[in-house]
């Protein structure tokens, strides 16, 4: 469900006078400064900010067959410009909430598909160890930054490693910490990545 402002149509430019709100996910992702030029020509072009607020990964993470994770997330994008269609640049992060008080735990399918994500190359390293007995994680905290220019990602998480950054910072025992080591990806490697796993596929990293 959501709430649409006031849209405006002048001069070949669409243009929302408001904030658009759309409630998903026991959460809200609000949309602002969103304008479209030229939208029904050959290349449009969208400009737009989005905050994403409380949303639970339970929920999102089943919807996308990712893996299952508990707890909320909360995150921005910012400067997001598309052409035709197709996304051209934006400065996105996502992380665990601060002060977040939900259950939170993650599964050994979902550590797999967030290490591909960031280049950690260790997807099914779990099944050959001893923690394949344990089900799921409790973690601390999870994210992951992408800010999109010319093609390439340059990528972060929630916290710097010492080699790398942490995308799932874990707690108590058994603690499970997944730490990403490339800074740059291709968008479309990444595209495809995402594909992938929300497809419940075995992404290949090379």
């Known amino acids: 469900s959501g709430v649409v402002p006031r849209v405006r149509y002048e001069k070949g430019e669409l243009t929302l006078g408001g904030t658009l709100l759309v409630q998903a996910f026991d959460g809200s992702?609000?949309?602002?400064?969103?304008?479209?030029?030229?939208?029904?020509?050959l290349v449009p072009r969208l400009w737009a900010d989005a905050r994403?607020?409380?949303?639970?990964?339970?929920?999102l993470t089943r919807t996308?067959?990712?893996?299952?994770?508990?707890?909320?997330?909360?995150g921005e994008v910012e400067d997001?410009?598309?052409?035709?269609?197709?996304?051209?640049?934006?400065?996105?992060?996502?992380?665990?909430?601060?002060?977040?008080?939900?259950?939170?735990?993650?599964?050994?399918?979902?550590?797999?598909?967030?290490?591909?994500l960031g280049g950690g190359g260790v997807g099914g390293a779990l099944s050959r160890s001893f923690l394949r007995m344990?089900?799921?994680?409790?973690?601390?905290?999870?994210?992951?930054r992408c800010r999109l220019e010319n093609g390439v990602c340059q990528m972060?998480?929630?916290?710097?490693?010492?080699?790398?950054?942490?995308?799932?910072?874990?707690?108590?025992?058994?603690?499970?910490?997944?730490?990403?080591?490339?800074?740059?990806?291709?968008?479309?490697?990444?595209?495809d990545r995402l594909l992938a796993v929300t497809q419940g596929e075995t992404p290949r990293i090379e």
């Open 134 to 144: 344990f089900e799921d994680f409790p973690y601390k905290r999870l994210g992951i």
């Open 156 to 191: 972060g998480g929630v916290a710097p490693a010492k080699q790398g950054y942490y995308l799932v910072e874990g707690r108590l025992l058994p603690r499970l910490d997944v730490v990403g080591y490339s800074d740059q990806v291709a968008w479309k490697t990444l595209l």
């Open 80 to 116: 997001l410009y598309m052409e035709a269609w197709q996304l051209v640049a934006f400065d996105a992060h996502f992380e665990t909430p601060p002060g977040d008080d939900s259950r939170r735990r993650i599964s050994q399918r979902a550590v797999d598909n967030i290490s591909n």
């Open 64 to 74: 996308f067959s990712f893996g299952r994770i508990e707890g909320r997330l909360q």
């Open 52 to 59: 994403l607020h409380e949303l639970d990964l339970d929920t």
């Open 29 to 41: 992702v609000t949309v602002r400064n969103l304008r479209i030029r030229d939208p029904l020509g």
